[in-house]
Protein backbone atom coordinates (compact mmCIF):
# COMPACT_ATOMS: atom_id res chain seq x y z
CA UNK A 1 0.00 0.00 0.00
CA UNK A 2 0.91 3.54 -0.25
CA UNK A 3 0.75 6.22 2.64
CA UNK A 4 -0.51 9.40 1.40
CA UNK A 5 -0.72 12.76 3.58
CA UNK A 6 -4.48 12.75 4.36
CA UNK A 7 -4.92 16.50 2.76
CA UNK A 8 -3.34 14.88 -0.21
CA UNK A 9 -5.42 11.79 -0.32
CA UNK A 10 -7.52 13.03 -3.76
CA UNK A 11 -3.99 13.73 -5.49
CA UNK A 12 -3.03 10.19 -4.66
CA UNK A 13 -0.06 11.02 -4.08
CA UNK A 14 0.41 11.67 -7.29
CA UNK A 15 1.72 13.56 -10.29
CA UNK A 16 -0.27 13.56 -13.18
CA UNK A 17 1.60 14.11 -16.19
CA UNK A 18 1.16 16.36 -18.78
CA UNK A 19 -1.51 18.52 -16.71
CA UNK A 20 -3.13 18.36 -12.86
CA UNK A 21 -6.29 17.16 -11.98
CA UNK A 22 -8.93 20.25 -13.55
CA UNK A 23 -10.26 20.51 -9.96
CA UNK A 24 -7.87 23.40 -8.35
CA UNK A 25 -9.33 22.56 -4.93
CA UNK A 26 -9.17 19.16 -4.84
CA UNK A 27 -6.09 18.46 -2.24
CA UNK A 28 -8.69 20.34 0.07
CA UNK A 29 -11.37 18.09 -0.61
CA UNK A 30 -12.43 15.99 2.61
CA UNK A 31 -12.93 12.38 0.16
CA UNK A 32 -15.30 11.26 2.61
CA UNK A 33 -15.31 7.61 2.19
CA UNK A 34 -13.76 5.67 -1.11
CA UNK A 35 -12.67 7.43 -4.30
CA UNK A 36 -12.32 5.51 -7.07
CA UNK A 37 -9.63 6.98 -10.11
CA UNK A 38 -9.98 5.07 -13.83
CA UNK A 39 -8.78 5.22 -17.09
CA UNK A 40 -4.96 6.11 -15.56
CA UNK A 41 -1.68 4.56 -16.53
CA UNK A 42 0.21 4.17 -13.37
CA UNK A 43 4.00 4.05 -12.71
CA UNK A 44 4.46 2.60 -9.23
CA UNK A 45 8.01 2.67 -8.53
CA UNK A 46 9.20 -0.44 -9.20
CA UNK A 47 8.56 -1.57 -12.48
CA UNK A 48 9.80 -0.13 -15.68
CA UNK A 49 6.22 -0.80 -17.48
CA UNK A 50 3.11 1.10 -17.16
CA UNK A 51 0.62 -0.58 -15.69
CA UNK A 52 -1.94 0.49 -18.31
CA UNK A 53 -5.65 1.25 -17.83
CA UNK A 54 -5.68 1.17 -14.41
CA UNK A 55 -8.06 1.75 -11.64
CA UNK A 56 -6.86 2.72 -8.24
CA UNK A 57 -8.58 2.83 -5.09
CA UNK A 58 -8.15 4.84 -2.12
CA UNK A 59 -9.21 4.47 1.69
CA UNK A 60 -9.09 7.33 3.76
CA UNK A 61 -5.30 8.37 3.37
CA UNK A 62 -4.22 4.72 1.98
CA UNK A 63 -3.85 3.59 -1.43
CA UNK A 64 -5.38 0.29 -1.26
CA UNK A 65 -6.01 -1.70 -4.41
CA UNK A 66 -4.46 -0.90 -8.02
CA UNK A 67 -5.97 -3.18 -11.00
CA UNK A 68 -6.61 -3.18 -14.64
CA UNK A 69 -9.40 -5.06 -13.78
CA UNK A 70 -13.44 -2.97 -13.46
CA UNK A 71 -13.44 -2.40 -10.06
CA UNK A 72 -16.82 -1.66 -8.05
CA UNK A 73 -16.70 0.00 -4.48
CA UNK A 74 -19.63 1.22 -2.48
CA UNK A 75 -20.14 4.70 -1.97
CA UNK A 76 -17.07 5.46 -3.80
CA UNK A 77 -16.29 8.71 -5.30
CA UNK A 78 -15.58 7.91 -8.97
CA UNK A 79 -13.10 10.86 -10.66
CA UNK A 80 -11.95 9.77 -14.88
CA UNK A 81 -8.83 10.13 -14.92
CA UNK A 82 -8.45 10.85 -18.38
CA UNK A 83 -5.75 8.74 -19.90
CA UNK A 84 -3.24 10.51 -17.46
CA UNK A 85 -0.17 8.96 -15.76
CA UNK A 86 0.07 8.61 -11.95
CA UNK A 87 3.54 8.21 -10.71
CA UNK A 88 4.00 7.56 -6.61
CA UNK A 89 4.24 10.83 -4.44
CA UNK A 90 7.69 12.59 -5.01
CA UNK A 91 10.12 13.22 -1.84
CA UNK A 92 12.36 16.02 -1.80
CA UNK A 93 14.98 15.10 0.74
CA UNK A 94 16.56 18.92 0.81
CA UNK A 95 14.02 21.23 1.05
CA UNK A 96 13.94 24.99 2.57
CA UNK A 97 10.02 25.48 3.49
CA UNK A 98 11.10 28.96 5.25
CA UNK A 99 13.82 30.14 3.00
CA UNK A 100 12.73 29.18 -0.73
CA UNK A 101 9.87 31.52 -2.10
CA UNK A 102 11.97 34.97 -1.12
CA UNK A 103 15.29 36.65 -2.18
CA UNK A 104 17.72 36.73 0.94
CA UNK A 105 17.17 40.08 1.72
CA UNK A 106 13.65 39.79 2.08
CA UNK A 107 13.66 36.66 4.23
CA UNK A 108 16.14 37.95 6.52
CA UNK A 109 14.68 41.47 7.10
CA UNK A 110 10.91 39.67 7.43
CA UNK A 111 9.13 39.18 10.80
CA UNK A 112 8.53 35.12 11.24
CA UNK A 113 4.73 35.52 11.14
CA UNK A 114 5.00 37.06 7.73
CA UNK A 115 7.26 34.53 6.89
CA UNK A 116 5.57 31.70 8.02
CA UNK A 117 1.86 32.96 6.37
CA UNK A 118 4.35 33.10 3.01
CA UNK A 119 5.53 29.90 3.89
CA UNK A 120 2.10 27.82 4.44
CA UNK A 121 0.66 29.24 0.99
CA UNK A 122 3.77 28.12 -0.80
CA UNK A 123 3.89 24.68 1.47
CA UNK A 124 0.26 23.91 -0.35
CA UNK A 125 1.76 24.61 -4.14
CA UNK A 126 4.73 22.26 -3.14
CA UNK A 127 2.32 19.31 -3.20
CA UNK A 128 0.38 20.25 -6.33
CA UNK A 129 3.84 19.94 -7.65
CA UNK A 130 3.52 16.60 -6.94
CA UNK A 131 5.79 16.34 -3.86
CA UNK A 132 4.32 14.86 -0.78
CA UNK A 133 6.98 14.45 1.15
CA UNK A 134 9.88 17.10 1.84
CA UNK A 135 12.61 16.43 4.51
CA UNK A 136 13.14 20.12 5.44
CA UNK A 137 17.03 20.95 5.50
CA UNK A 138 17.05 23.97 8.33
CA UNK A 139 14.51 26.49 9.26
CA UNK A 140 11.57 27.83 11.47
CA UNK A 141 9.82 25.40 9.60
CA UNK A 142 8.26 23.10 12.67
CA UNK A 143 4.87 25.13 12.92
CA UNK A 144 4.64 24.51 9.48
CA UNK A 145 4.56 20.83 9.96
CA UNK A 146 2.49 20.74 12.39
CA UNK A 147 -0.42 22.76 11.17
CA UNK A 148 0.03 20.06 8.04
CA UNK A 149 -0.52 16.91 10.23
CA UNK A 150 -3.12 18.80 12.41
CA UNK A 151 -5.11 19.25 8.88
CA UNK A 152 -4.78 23.02 9.42
CA UNK A 153 -3.28 24.04 5.68
CA UNK A 154 -2.61 21.86 2.59
CA UNK A 155 1.08 20.53 2.03
CA UNK A 156 2.85 17.74 1.96
CA UNK A 157 4.45 15.84 5.15
CA UNK A 158 7.33 17.48 6.73
CA UNK A 159 10.63 16.00 8.26
CA UNK A 160 11.78 19.22 9.83
CA UNK A 161 15.28 20.05 11.13
CA UNK A 162 13.98 22.82 13.01
CA UNK A 163 17.11 25.81 13.76
CA UNK A 164 20.48 24.95 12.01
CA UNK A 165 23.10 24.56 14.36
CA UNK A 166 26.51 26.27 13.35
CA UNK A 167 29.46 27.90 14.89
CA UNK A 168 30.50 31.48 15.08
CA UNK A 169 31.42 32.57 11.36
CA UNK A 170 30.16 29.70 10.03
CA UNK A 171 27.33 29.07 7.24
CA UNK A 172 24.76 29.12 9.96
CA UNK A 173 26.06 32.37 11.27
CA UNK A 174 23.44 35.09 9.79
CA UNK A 175 24.35 38.31 12.29
CA UNK A 176 25.07 41.37 11.08
CA UNK A 177 28.69 41.98 10.84
CA UNK A 178 29.16 45.17 12.05
CA UNK A 179 27.81 43.12 15.46
CA UNK A 180 30.93 41.26 15.72
CA UNK A 181 32.40 41.09 17.98
CA UNK A 182 30.23 39.74 20.29
CA UNK A 183 29.46 41.66 23.63
CA UNK A 184 29.36 38.94 26.56
CA UNK A 185 25.65 37.58 27.57
CA UNK A 186 24.42 39.34 24.72
CA UNK A 187 21.02 38.20 23.39
CA UNK A 188 20.42 36.38 20.97
CA UNK A 189 19.86 37.96 17.47
CA UNK A 190 16.19 37.58 15.43
CA UNK A 191 17.07 34.84 13.61
CA UNK A 192 18.28 32.81 16.69
CA UNK A 193 15.08 33.46 18.59
CA UNK A 194 12.65 32.87 15.60
CA UNK A 195 14.07 29.33 15.46
CA UNK A 196 15.70 29.82 11.86
CA UNK A 197 19.55 29.39 13.09
CA UNK A 198 21.39 28.90 16.26
CA UNK A 199 25.15 29.20 16.87
CA UNK A 200 26.68 27.31 19.51
CA UNK A 201 30.44 26.79 20.26
CA UNK A 202 32.10 24.37 22.36
CA UNK A 203 30.97 20.91 23.55
CA UNK A 204 28.58 22.24 26.06
CA UNK A 205 26.80 24.73 24.24
CA UNK A 206 26.71 22.08 21.30
CA UNK A 207 24.71 19.60 22.95
CA UNK A 208 22.70 21.87 24.90
CA UNK A 209 21.57 23.49 21.64
CA UNK A 210 20.87 20.02 19.85
CA UNK A 211 18.71 19.23 22.51
CA UNK A 212 16.99 22.14 22.72
CA UNK A 213 16.82 21.75 18.54
CA UNK A 214 14.96 18.07 19.38
CA UNK A 215 12.44 19.53 22.14
CA UNK A 216 10.76 21.70 19.71
CA UNK A 217 9.99 18.79 17.36
CA UNK A 218 12.90 18.74 14.91
CA UNK A 219 12.72 14.56 13.17
CA UNK A 220 16.60 15.02 12.66
CA UNK A 221 19.42 17.81 13.57
CA UNK A 222 20.78 19.64 10.69
CA UNK A 223 24.87 20.79 11.24
CA UNK A 224 26.63 22.91 9.37
CA UNK A 225 29.73 21.20 8.98
CA UNK A 226 31.51 23.28 6.31
CA UNK A 227 31.76 26.50 4.01
CA UNK A 228 28.89 27.39 2.02
CA UNK A 229 27.84 29.47 -1.22
CA UNK A 230 25.69 32.18 0.06
CA UNK A 231 27.49 32.83 3.02
CA UNK A 232 30.24 35.42 2.42
CA UNK A 233 32.23 35.45 5.36
CA UNK A 234 33.09 31.53 5.61
CA UNK A 235 34.91 29.94 2.57
CA UNK A 236 33.87 26.30 0.57
CA UNK A 237 37.06 25.39 2.60
CA UNK A 238 36.76 25.88 5.77
CA UNK A 239 35.81 23.15 8.04
CA UNK A 240 33.43 23.66 11.24
CA UNK A 241 33.55 22.45 14.45
CA UNK A 242 36.22 20.46 16.21
CA UNK A 243 36.05 16.59 15.38
CA UNK A 244 35.03 16.78 19.67
CA UNK A 245 32.04 19.05 18.85
CA UNK A 246 31.25 17.20 15.98
CA UNK A 247 31.25 13.97 18.15
CA UNK A 248 29.30 15.94 20.81
CA UNK A 249 26.37 16.72 18.53
CA UNK A 250 25.82 13.45 16.83
CA UNK A 251 25.78 11.60 20.09
CA UNK A 252 23.43 13.74 21.51
CA UNK A 253 20.98 12.83 18.52
CA UNK A 254 21.76 9.43 18.60
CA UNK A 255 20.63 9.40 22.41
CA UNK A 256 17.11 10.71 20.71
CA UNK A 257 17.05 7.92 18.17
CA UNK A 258 17.75 10.09 15.19
CA UNK A 259 20.69 11.32 13.12
CA UNK A 260 22.58 14.33 11.95
CA UNK A 261 22.36 15.66 8.40
CA UNK A 262 25.38 18.05 7.66
CA UNK A 263 25.99 20.69 5.14
CA UNK A 264 29.87 20.12 3.96
CA UNK A 265 31.17 19.93 0.31
CA UNK A 266 35.38 19.49 0.57
CA UNK A 267 36.27 16.13 1.39
CA UNK A 268 37.89 16.45 4.70
CA UNK A 269 34.96 18.51 6.35
CA UNK A 270 32.65 15.28 5.49
CA UNK A 271 35.36 12.75 6.39
CA UNK A 272 35.61 14.38 9.87
CA UNK A 273 31.83 14.17 10.42
CA UNK A 274 31.37 11.05 8.93
CA UNK A 275 34.15 9.41 11.63
CA UNK A 276 32.01 11.21 14.09
CA UNK A 277 28.81 9.72 13.33
CA UNK A 278 27.09 12.14 10.70
CA UNK A 279 24.30 10.10 8.43
CA UNK A 280 23.33 12.11 5.68
CA UNK A 281 25.58 14.40 3.88
CA UNK A 282 23.92 17.18 2.10
CA UNK A 283 25.94 18.69 -1.20
CA UNK A 284 28.95 17.00 -0.49
CA UNK A 285 30.74 17.79 -4.21
CA UNK A 286 34.25 17.10 -3.47
CA UNK A 287 33.55 14.18 -1.94
CA UNK A 288 37.11 11.78 -2.73
CA UNK A 289 37.48 7.97 -3.51
CA UNK A 290 38.26 6.77 0.55
CA UNK A 291 35.54 9.36 2.15
CA UNK A 292 33.19 7.65 -0.19
CA UNK A 293 34.32 3.88 0.60
CA UNK A 294 34.26 5.17 4.32
CA UNK A 295 30.32 6.14 3.36
CA UNK A 296 29.12 3.16 2.24
CA UNK A 297 30.87 1.03 4.98
CA UNK A 298 28.82 2.91 7.32
CA UNK A 299 25.83 2.94 5.45
CA UNK A 300 25.78 7.15 5.61
CA UNK A 301 23.11 8.87 2.63
CA UNK A 302 24.54 11.36 0.17
CA UNK A 303 21.72 14.09 -0.06
CA UNK A 304 23.00 15.22 -3.57
CA UNK A 305 21.89 18.27 -5.82
CA UNK A 306 21.83 17.69 -9.71
CA UNK A 307 22.49 21.68 -10.62
CA UNK A 308 23.76 22.79 -13.82
CA UNK A 309 27.01 25.49 -13.30
CA UNK A 310 25.00 27.77 -15.81
CA UNK A 311 21.98 28.27 -18.24
CA UNK A 312 18.58 29.48 -17.66
CA UNK A 313 18.00 26.59 -14.35
CA UNK A 314 21.53 27.75 -12.65
CA UNK A 315 21.08 29.34 -9.48
CA UNK A 316 21.92 32.69 -9.71
CA UNK A 317 23.12 34.62 -6.29
CA UNK A 318 22.92 38.54 -5.91
CA UNK A 319 27.18 38.81 -5.27
CA UNK A 320 29.96 37.86 -7.47
CA UNK A 321 31.63 35.80 -4.98
CA UNK A 322 28.62 33.51 -4.47
CA UNK A 323 28.22 32.78 -7.72
CA UNK A 324 32.03 32.12 -8.47
CA UNK A 325 31.95 29.27 -5.33
CA UNK A 326 28.59 27.89 -7.31
CA UNK A 327 30.04 27.44 -10.45
CA UNK A 328 33.35 26.03 -8.45
CA UNK A 329 31.40 23.58 -6.45
CA UNK A 330 29.03 22.08 -9.24
CA UNK A 331 31.88 21.22 -11.57
CA UNK A 332 32.89 18.44 -9.16
CA UNK A 333 29.54 16.22 -9.54
CA UNK A 334 30.01 13.91 -12.15
CA UNK A 335 32.65 12.43 -9.96
CA UNK A 336 30.95 12.08 -7.10
CA UNK A 337 28.31 10.37 -8.93
CA UNK A 338 31.05 7.89 -10.52
CA UNK A 339 32.02 7.17 -7.14
CA UNK A 340 29.42 6.44 -4.85
CA UNK A 341 28.30 3.81 -8.06
CA UNK A 342 31.51 2.59 -7.37
CA UNK A 343 31.29 2.20 -3.38
CA UNK A 344 27.26 1.42 -3.50
CA UNK A 345 26.85 4.76 -1.18
CA UNK A 346 22.88 5.22 -0.97
CA UNK A 347 21.78 8.46 -2.42
CA UNK A 348 18.68 10.76 -2.04
CA UNK A 349 18.18 13.61 -4.03
CA UNK A 350 16.98 16.90 -2.75
CA UNK A 351 16.85 20.54 -4.61
CA UNK A 352 17.89 22.51 -2.32
CA UNK A 353 15.55 25.50 -3.73
CA UNK A 354 16.23 28.61 -1.56
CA UNK A 355 16.15 32.57 -2.37
CA UNK A 356 14.93 32.68 -5.70
CA UNK A 357 10.95 32.24 -6.45
CA UNK A 358 11.77 31.43 -10.47
CA UNK A 359 13.24 28.18 -9.81
CA UNK A 360 10.34 27.04 -7.24
CA UNK A 361 7.84 26.20 -10.74
CA UNK A 362 10.73 24.07 -12.05
CA UNK A 363 11.18 21.35 -8.85
CA UNK A 364 9.79 18.81 -10.76
CA UNK A 365 12.99 19.40 -13.47
CA UNK A 366 15.31 19.39 -10.85
CA UNK A 367 13.95 16.51 -10.05
CA UNK A 368 13.56 14.55 -13.79
CA UNK A 369 17.22 15.74 -14.50
CA UNK A 370 18.95 13.65 -11.19
CA UNK A 371 21.02 11.37 -13.43
CA UNK A 372 20.55 7.95 -13.53
CA UNK A 373 24.15 7.25 -14.74
CA UNK A 374 26.82 9.94 -15.18
CA UNK A 375 24.95 13.41 -15.78
CA UNK A 376 27.43 16.07 -17.59
CA UNK A 377 27.50 19.24 -16.09
CA UNK A 378 26.80 22.02 -18.70
CA UNK A 379 30.31 24.63 -18.37
Known amino acids: MWFLNKNSAALVASLIVGSALSVPGFAQDDPGGPILITNVNVFDGINEELIE ?4 VIDGNLISEISTEDLAVA ?5 DGGGRT ?4 LIDAHWHTMLSFWPVGKVLSSD ?3 LSFAAANEHEKTLLRGFTTVRDAGGAAIPIARAVDAGLIDGP ?3 PSGPVIGQTAGHGDW ?3 LNIPEEKDQPLDYQQRSGQTLIADGVPEVMKRTREVLRMGASQVKAMAGGGVNSLYDPIDVTQYTFEEAKALC ?3 ATWNTYVMIHANTDAAIRQWVEAGAKSVEHG ?3 EDETARLMAEKGVWWSMQAMEATGEDAFVFDNEASNKKFVELVAGIDKVIELSKKHGVNIAWGSDLQFDPTLLPKQGKFFASCPNGSRRTKR
Open 53 to 56: NATV
Open 75 to 79: GARVI
Open 86 to 89: MIPG
Open 112 to 114: IVT
Open 157 to 159: RMY
Open 175 to 177: RNP
Open 251 to 253: DVA
Open 285 to 287: FFI
